[in-house]
């Protein structure tokens, strides 16, 4: 008989012991946590994928082997054709690059007790409080009328200033101490402290007849905008200005075994199938690796996976690659990862994980066959006989893995981009490395599973 019957997930760091391992898992996140310092919105993630694939030799023509293709800059898909053809199934791993933040609203600027300060309007799932009193930063792009596009990032380099959003003493909290949290902590209250100086030319009085002269504060950043972008307010609506945390991912722990960072669902999964994608470059099927926007607000829009996005791109390559092949088989016969982070069992918070069916950090990728909420609702399930060959493939490639649920049942719940790609009728799985503090503005991953995680999508594009 097996001696093995029991089933026991294996740690990482048992497995990877070797002190060549052990330099190789440390080198690798120190790559990653380059990568997650730069890269805090879809659209730097975009323009940094792009940059390496162009050195890689990619390009977006269609008829070449080694292809990639955008979406208004913040989904992009890229291809290597593999040794047998489309009808024997290609590969998919599928990430995605938006994360949970701050927007600036339409109407940002304005000012309240001679301060400049500038509204925003949260993106996907915060716990608001979070975001007070911590260094932030400005990232995003605004586009001019005449088409040119600003970029801006102010916050990150040692010498930017950074933002804040002020919160309440503790002397004045009383009463918000007794309030739920969802009602202490407000959306409108997410203002962002610019400034403040007055403008001195409204302050001298030169400009008597502006309207602005009232508004002192927010027109000396106005002045700041238009003299260091040429930006006037206006441009302020095509723009896409995101808040984000300020300052670089770091090695976290006394042992330096972690990441700390903000961004790491999905920038985890986005930097290990990437890294795979290079490293695979001679595979049996058909790669395709795509990184998605929008997935943290339900995968909405011309840019997330609800869109046709990627069905589009698949049918002009089919049509260049193979004009017989009909591309419903080849979408049908797709095996595919849905590259996401899973909510680990947190010391604190165990009373909400079922122990049995949860994940810990350093065991691995996790498998999450189903996801959703209550009875399953909303949640794509993975076969059993695709399960079975996934695990069969790490198993042979001696990469450590775990399987688990998201929480106790009934006690939350949450989705990704696997039940877009499962309507084709091609397997599919939740795969990804556990976090901690999930959506927070300083999320915790283990190094050993990024390894991990990297070794196991480089096995599935082989
Ligand atoms: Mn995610
Ligand atoms: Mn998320």
Not at 68 to 79: G, N
Not at 129 to 137: G, T
Not at 359 to 374: A, M, W
Request: hydrophobic share 40%; net charge negative; charged share 25%.
């Amino acid at each position: 008989m097996q001696n093995n019957i029991a089933h026991k997930p294996r740690n990482g760091w048992d497995v990877y012991a070797s002190e060549d391992e052990r330099k190789k898992i440390h080198e690798l996140a120190d790559k990653y946590i380059d990568f997650l310092s730069s890269c805090k919105t879809e659209r730097e993630t975009v323009n940094w994928v792009r940059a390496r694939l162009e050195e890689a030799g990619f390009a977006k023509d269609v008829t070449a082997p080694c292809f990639f293709e955008t979406a208004k800059d913040k989904t992009v898909v890229m291809a290597r054709k593999g040794r047998r053809s489309l009808q024997h199934g290609v590969r998919i791993v599928g990430a995605h690059a938006d994360t949970p933040r701050l927007d600036f609203k339409q109407h940002p600027l304005y000012e309240a007790c001679d301060l400049a300060l500038a509204k925003t309007h949260y993106y996907g799932g915060i716990r608001k409080y979070q975001w007070l009193s911590r260094p932030l930063a400005l990232h995003g792009v605004v586009v001019k009328a005449d088409g040119a596009c600003v970029e801006i990032c102010i916050g990150e380099d040692p010498v930017d200033p950074v933002l804040v959003i002020t919160d309440l003493l503790p002397h004045l909290a009383y009463k918000q101490n007794e309030q739920k949290v969802s009602d202490a902590f407000e959306a409108e209250k997410l203002n962002v402290l610019l400034g403040n100086t007055p403008s001195a030319k409204a302050e001298t009085g030169e400009d008597k007849s502006q309207p602005e002269q009232k508004e002192r504060f927010k027109t000396k950043i106005l002045e700041l905008l238009y003299q260091r972008y040429g930006l006037i307010e206006e441009d302020l609506y095509s723009a896409e200005l995101q808040i984000v945390p300020a300052g670089q991912a770091r090695s976290a722990g006394l042992d330096g075994s972690l990441v700390g960072g903000y961004g790491q669902d999905d920038r985890i999964c986005v930097f290990a199938a990437f890294e795979a994608f290079l490293a695979e470059t001679e595979p049996e099927q058909t790669q395709i690796v795509i990184f998605w926007d929008k997935e943290e607000i339900g995968s909405e829009g011309a840019t997330g996976a609800k869109s046709l996005f990627l069905e589009y791109t698949l049918k002009d390559l089919v049509r260049a690659w193979e004009p017989d092949t009909d591309p419903s088989l080849v979408l049908r016969q797709a095996r595919a990862l849905s590259a996401d982070v899973h909510g680990s069992i947190d010391p604190d918070y165990q009373d909400l994980h079922d122990a049995l069916n949860s994940s810990k950090l350093g065991y691995g990728p996790v498998f999450c066959k189903f996801t959703g909420h209550r009875g399953k609702v909303g949640s794509s399930e993975a076969t059993a006989e695709y399960v079975a060959w996934l695990r069969n493939m790490l198993n042979t490639a001696g990469i450590p893995w775990q399987m688990a649920g998201l929480g106790k049942v009934d006690s939350g719940g949450g989705g990704t981009v696997a039940k877009f790609l499962a309507v084709y009728g091609m397997d599919i799985i939740d795969f990804g490395p556990g976090v901690l503090g999930m959506h927070s503005p300083f999320e915790v991953s283990s190094k050993v599973d990024l390894y991990a995680t990297c070794l196991a999508f480089r096995e599935f594009l082989r």
